[in-house]
């Protein structure tokens, strides 16, 4: 069989891309001459750390790198066409049409002000599909077939409107909409929970199936493991192993590989670090503070209810009589579907929503229900870390502002104790000092991760809710920051309130765990119970969606 024979059947051809930012004279290269081949109706997978070029990769093939990169590559071909000499207006064309593109972050790729059923419809618009009607109705059954609940609703809503989750999908349905022949998901589903995950790899699996070829970036590799035909392993900005991903997964050559995987977090791993070579900062050798004392928990949620009326008038209640304790020193995970009313309850228990019925207590007083000037002072006893801190800092402000300005006045009154006390902070979280005068745009999502945390910690609090902390990281600085986390409960004696989808995450992190399905508690026990024996029919589907590598001892979770 010739060379030309074999290419004629690959649906994408990449050879010896290369990808450069900057003076184009020496341009800093973060992509170093890579190639690889996808066939119709297969699934390549590239995986890699923060930095490792896979993203760049992703949007050289989209024309997406941007006005101030350099992109060459012996060939670029897309069923037979040649995408390197494309201009603009040709790659206005191709995208969506030929190439469907699923970005990351769903709250910045979507227009705040148009309705979401707009900008899915906004490829069939461009690429003159169907009448205004047919549109319409296109949208709705696209949400419908990603899995959105109450498409008609959710497609009149903004996107600010619809949780991280809501939004992805979103995102999905306006990638698929005109079932192009190539889809390129830079991390589809990092803000899935599992059951909706599930969901959204079943709709990717049905476009290979139609013949879609599919380049999947992703940090998960349990996810990596269900879809991938192929796995590319990059690290600074080169492929270290290719080859079937049952090979990757199973028996990786690279040392690099085995790293990943073994930084996944699972029961298996529970009480280990999952960073390899990296041990406690000797910053946090010596607890700062006793641990609390007695049987009063240091925040306790009795009978919580909140209602809300959505744009269509109805009003649905989104927490249902939930009810939970935290005790010192005690990490409580919170698990659920999108729309389960776990961020509501966290929002509530942070007293940055107030209960329609019910009451929260943090440390024996009452913490809702009170006037906001009484509750003030109280406020640096329960802190937050969110999925995505860049867009809770003030881009104009430097790291030193940032921490600077959660410190307690009283506590360190001169700018000289401040600024020790941030470097402390800074030192205990793991950042250089020189990271002070950078600004968050300056950062990794790691690194901003780190400022969060330290950010979090500069009051000395007694609770800390992590609200899908390191759902945005990639695996191994995913186990840096759990390992970070960790490291400083057993130091500072804080508890966590802990929100995630990753139930690999939960069960490594959590003594106890709490399952909402439809703002109601369905299950709640010790991490081991309820993963691994799992009482309620919920949760045991819950378990049984989550994806696996199929590898004994680093299986995410046990099936029941």
């Known amino acids: 069989m010739s060379a030309e024979d074999v290419t004629r059947r690959d649906l994408l051809r990449v050879e010896n891309l290369r990808v450069g930012f900057g003076d184009r004279r020496a341009p800093v290269e973060v992509v170093r001459g890579i190639s690889f081949a996808l066939a119709p109706g297969s699934c390549l997978a590239i995986v890699g750390e923060s930095g490792s070029g896979k993203s760049v990769t992703a949007r050289s093939l989209v024309g997406l790198t941007g006005g101030r990169s350099q992109v060459a590559a012996d060939r670029i071909e897309l069923d037979g066409r040649d995408l390197l000499r494309l201009r603009d207006r040709q790659w206005r064309a191709v995208r969506g049409a030929e190439v469907g593109f699923v970005l990351q972050d769903a709250l910045v790729s979507l227009d705040q002000l148009r309705p979401v059923g707009r900008e899915i419809a906004e ?11 047919q549109r319409r109705a296109r949208v709705v059954e696209l949400l419908r077939q990603v899995g959105v609940p109450e498409p008609e609703l959710r497609a009149r809503q903004l996107p600010h409107e619809l949780s991280g989750g809501l939004r992805q999908r979103a995102l999905i349905a306006s990638a698929i909409a005109l079932d192009p022949k190539l889809i390129v998901a830079d991390e589809p589903t990092t803000a899935l929970d599992v059951t909706i995950q599930a969901q959204v790899l079943e709709l990717l ?7 879609s070829g599919l380049i999947l970036i992703s940090h998960d590799l349990a996810v990596v493991a269900q879809m991938a035909d192929h796995v590319a392993v990059m690290r600074a900005g080169e492929i ?6 049952r090979e990757v997964l199973r028996s990786p050559r690279h040392a690099y590989t085995q790293a990943l995987l073994d930084a996944i977090p699972s029961m298996h791993s ?6 390899p070579g990296r041990g406690p900062h000797p910053a946090l050798g010596v607890r700062s503070r006793p641990l609390r004392s007695g049987t009063v928990p240091v925040l306790r949620a009795e009978g919580l209810v909140k209602r809300y009326r959505g744009p269509d008038g109805v009003t649905r209640t989104v927490v249902d009589d939930v009810s939970f304790e935290l005790s010192a020193g005690e990490t409580l995970g919170i698990v659920g579907e999108s729309g389960s009313g776990k961020t509501t309850a966290a929002r509530i228990a942070l007293a940055l929503v107030e209960p329609d019925a019910g009451s929260v207590l943090l440390d024996g007083r009452p913490w809702s229900g009170v006037r906001e000037r009484d509750r003030r002072d109280r406020r640096r006893q329960i802190t937050v870390v969110y999925q995505d801190p860049l867009s809770s800092f003030d881009p104009r402000w430097t790291v030193e502002r940032i921490v600077d300005d959660a410190l307690s006045p009283s506590a360190f009154p001169s700018r000289e104790l401040r600024r020790a006390r941030v470097g402390e902070l800074l030192e205990q979280v793991g950042l250089p000092q020189e990271h002070r005068a950078r600004r968050p745009l300056q950062l990794s999502g790691g690194q901003r991760q780190r400022v969060a945390i330290a950010r979090a910690i500069a009051p000395d609090p007694a609770v800390i809710v992590c609200d899908e902390p390191v759902s945005a990281l990639d695996v191994s600085i995913q186990a840096q920051v759990l390992d970070l986390l960790a490291d400083l409960q057993t130091a500072l004696g804080v508890s966590y309130l802990f929100i995630s989808h990753d139930l690999g995450v939960i069960h490594h992190m959590s003594d106890r765990v709490l399952v909402l399905n439809d703002g109601r508690v ?3 026990g010790s991490a081991d119970e309820v993963f691994l024996r799992p009482r309620e029919p919920y949760t045991r589907r819950l378990v049984a969606s989550l994806p696996t590598l199929e590898r004994p001892q680093l299986r995410a979770v046990a099936r029941p």
């Open 123 to 133: 490829p069939l618009r461009l690429h003159r599909w169907g009448t205004r009607e």
């Open 205 to 211: 699996a049905q476009t290979k199936q139609r013949g």
């Open 240 to 245: 270290v192993e290719h080859g079937p991903a």
């Open 270 to 275: 529970k009480g280990t670090r999952l960073a």
């Open 522 to 524: 369905v299950e709640q």
